[in-house]
């Protein structure tokens, strides 16, 4: 497994290095869509498969989550790959996301019945699918030089590489509507108390605070995980003390507040009326249009309100999860998810040299022609367009400033499968705050032990 008992300082590189993603970073030419991947007839490490001539025929397969943001990745890189290599067919699948699409993943792995190539999780989760004996392993190949040094450790294991990074990194935080925060004469909040604030004139104002879309049931975790740069800022050792069993949620008031979070959305009604069964899409067309003014959410989803409302795009904003310190108000960054290629393809040479596309200048432009960028790539030689979403702009300024923290799974591997299913309940009342993060930490004890991390 990849080294995670690194010194605070040497984690700190990690947030160094996002600090100056918004500059073209790095010195090695990118690939292009004629030289990515390997040649044919290389090795195939962690597996084999036939030489693939560059004009012999291949299908590929390839699973991606059904969000209209990953949709919406793949047809580009598709669409671009393709245009490239004409005797290349790439078939697109969906699956489900959150614990449903978890559990898919880790089933088509253990039955060899995975796609060609599939994108999911970087960080803690990947490292639950055991990649090491899993996923082909792509340390030395020629793309991975194209790759930002600090996305590395979150697609490795034992010092093996075994992902490419897909899209952006993104900010975990509030998406807000920029033009009622104007209409109603408000502020960007920097602590909590003035967040509530904020909320009470929203709500006075006879529209919805605060968005909840229980229907689609991962999207309850923003609260707890984006506040992580607060928690990080009053216990900077918070995540090797957590990573090593000497600390629980439960115990420790600074990681609980996100819970709290929950709770008190729930008590003062800053939810509209149909959370519990809100669909994800449905809530971004309500936030679009200004009928409801926060969303704890990735600031990457707003691809999807520029798929869905494009007119109204502009009116969408991001700010970090306020803390109790305004001097220290931040975001929590997440890291781009990666693309993967299982031991069990039967086309491993080929899927090798999509990826060698999907790692490569031309295909971070190729995402970027069919969606407005989340945030930095992570792909030497790219950078932001001046047109970037005012959203993503807002994200960087935090980035810019040093004042972003990369969330916790990306420092950390003790991560459990069921917090959204706890946050759903706190969120709707139907358990307290520090029954969650007891039931928290027994969850996330079996993944530790699961996982066999000292300590556990």
């Not at 599939?118 to 055991?130: C, D, E, I, P, R």
């Not at 030089?145 to 992902?163: E, H, K, M, R, Y």
Request: with cysteine; glycine share 8%.
């Amino acid at each position: 497994m990849f080294d995670r008992s690194k010194s605070f300082v040497s984690r700190l590189m990690l947030l160094l290095t996002l600090l100056v993603l918004l500059a073209a970073c790095g010195s090695a030419p990118a690939s292009t869509g004629d030289t990515t991947g390997t040649t044919a007839g290389s090795a195939s490490p962690g597996g084999s498969s036939p030489a693939v001539a560059a004009d012999d025929p291949v299908t590929l397969s390839y699973l991606v989550d059904d969000s209209q943001t990953a949709r919406d990745t793949a047809d580009a890189l598709v669409s671009a790959y393709t245009a490239l290599h004409p005797n290349v067919t790439i078939n697109v699948e969906t699956r489900p996301q959150g614990t449903e699409g978890d559990n898919l993943v880790k089933t088509r792995l253990a039955t060899g019945e995975m796609s060609d190539v599939f994108t999911y999780n970087s960080g803690s989760l990947l490292q639950a699918l055991q990649p090491t004996n899993t996923l082909v392993d792509l340390t030395n190949e020629p793309f991975i030089a194209n790759i930002v040094d600090s996305f590395l450790p979150t697609v490795s294991q034992n010092n093996q590489v075994f992902g490419v990074p897909t899209g952006t990194a993104q900010g975990g935080g509030i998406l807000y509507n920029r033009k009622v925060y104007e209409e109603l004469g408000l502020s960007v909040p920097k602590t909590w108390a003035e967040f509530e604030a904020n909320n009470d004139k929203i709500k006075a104002a006879g529209k919805t605070p605060v968005l909840a879309t229980y229907g689609d049931t991962w999207t309850s975790q923003l609260f707890v995980l984006a506040d992580y740069h607060n928690v990080q800022q009053a216990m900077p050792t918070f995540a090797q003390d957590y990573t090593a069993n000497k600390i629980k949620l439960a115990a420790t008031p600074e990681a609980m507040k996100g819970f709290a979070y929950l709770q008190e959305g729930n008590q003062k009604g800053w939810y509209q009326q149909d959370y519990a069964t809100m669909k994800f899409e449905q809530g971004l067309k309500l936030l679009a249009d200004g009928d409801a003014v926060h969303f704890p959410m990735l600031s990457g989803t707003v691809a999807t309100i520029a798929a869905n409302s494009p007119d109204k795009v502009n009116d969408i904003g991001f700010f970090g999860i306020p803390g109790t310190d305004a001097a220290k108000h931040g975001a929590t960054i997440w890291m781009p998810g990666g693309t993967y290629i299982p031991k069990t393809s039967q086309n491993i040479e080929a899927a090798k040299q999509f990826l060698g596309f999907i790692a490569s200048k031309a295909g971070a432009d190729a995402i970027t022609a069919k969606i407005p960028p989340q945030g930095p790539y992570l792909i030497k030689e790219t950078k932001l367009p001046d047109d970037a979403l005012p959203a993503v702009k807002e994200l960087a300024a935090y980035i810019d400033a040093g004042n972003a923290t990369p969330a916790l799974e990306f420092f950390s591997p003790v991560k459990g499968p069921n917090l959204e299913q706890l946050c759903v309940a706190v969120g709707s009342g139907q358990m307290a705050p520090a029954d969650a993060a007891a039931n928290y930490d027994e969850d996330v004890a079996k993944q530790a032990k699961q996982l066999g991390l000292p300590g556990w």
